[in-house]
């Protein structure tokens, strides 16, 4: 069966850190961009990474730049998004998203979803 397992997530104070994992099984993660994408109530989705398979190219917003940072185990068919210095406006529901052979700055659709991991930053 092909599916995307997410793990991690929880409650933070601010400026703590939380590492997220994706796991996939049935298919290989490096054949595939990798999205990390966040949802909150009364925000709008966004996206906070992602790591391209055509050139390994990787893309975060303003928001999270220098903060969060996109990594493989290829190994371990997984992928991890290592938050830093959390802010309360972290706070949402954070899924893992896979593109098969997909390029970041193209995405519109995913051919896999993580369950999702609700991130609570809060003191």
């Known amino acids: 069966q092909l599916q995307v397992v997410q793990s991690g997530g929880g409650l933070v104070q601010p400026g703590g850190s939380l590492r997220l994992s994706c796991a996939a099984s049935?298919?290989?993660?490096?054949?595939?961009?990798i999205g990390w994408i966040r949802q909150a109530p009364g925000k709008e989705r966004e996206s906070v990474s992602c790591?391209?398979?055509?050139?390994?190219?990787?893309y975060y917003p303003d928001s999270v730049k220098g903060r969060f940072t996109i990594s493989r185990d290829n190994v371990k068919n997984t992928v991890y998004l290592q938050m830093n210095s959390l802010k309360p406006e972290d706070t949402a529901v954070y899924y893992c998203?896979?593109?098969?052979?997909?390029?970041?700055?193209?995405?519109?659709?995913?051919?896999?979803w993580g369950q999702g991991a609700q991130v609570t930053v809060s003191s």
């Open positions: 790591v391209s398979y055509s050139d390994g190219s990787t």
């Open positions: 049935g298919f290989t993660l490096d054949n595939y961009a």
């Open positions: 998203a896979a593109v098969e052979y997909g390029t970041c700055s193209r995405l519109t659709s995913f051919d896999y």
